[in-house]
Nanobody
Framework: VQLQASGGGLVQSGGSLKLSCAVSRATFSRLNLAWFRQAPGKEREFVAAINRGGGSTYHADSERGRFTISRDNDKKTLYLQMSSLRPEDTAVYYC????????????????????WGQGTLVTVSS
């Protein structure tokens, strides 16, 4: 499984940004997918996850209402729409995947995910 994240950049506080993650070398519709982020000097933390069918999502409390995860199974792409961005959202954002069956739960721990992209940097200026 290969994941390629893109869409990061510099944005002002209060602004919006949409990240994408293109997935290849896998049956996309059989993957649960998620976004994590890692700020400088901090641990990698969970942002949001979505199940293989797209019908179930799970967002971290701190991002709920501001960030929305989605996927397009035809385009084999994962998205993260971010709005009302804050300086503390500054981080490298990583997409990740896990081969799943319908009942596989969406995990929020890093070690529950198997495949990782290279990350895309989001910088929010105050």
């Amino acid at each position: 499984v290969q994941l390629q994240a893109s869409g990061g950049g510099l944005v002002q506080s209060g602004g919006s940004l949409k990240l994408s993650c293109a997935v290849s070398r896998a049956t996309f519709s059989r993957l649960n997918l998620a976004w994590f982020r890692q700020a400088p000097g901090k641990e990698r933390e969970f942002v949001a996850a979505i199940n293989r069918g797209g019908g179930s999502t799970y967002h971290a409390d701190s991002e709920r209402g501001r960030f929305t995860i989605s996927r397009d199974n035809d385009k084999k792409t994962l998205y993260l729409q971010m709005s009302s961005l804050r300086p503390e959202d500054t981080a490298v954002y990583y997409c990740t995947a896990k081969r799943a069956i319908i009942t596989t739960p969406l995990g929020s721990h890093r070690d529950e995910w198997d495949y990782w992209g290279q990350g895309t940097l989001v910088t929010v200026s105050s």
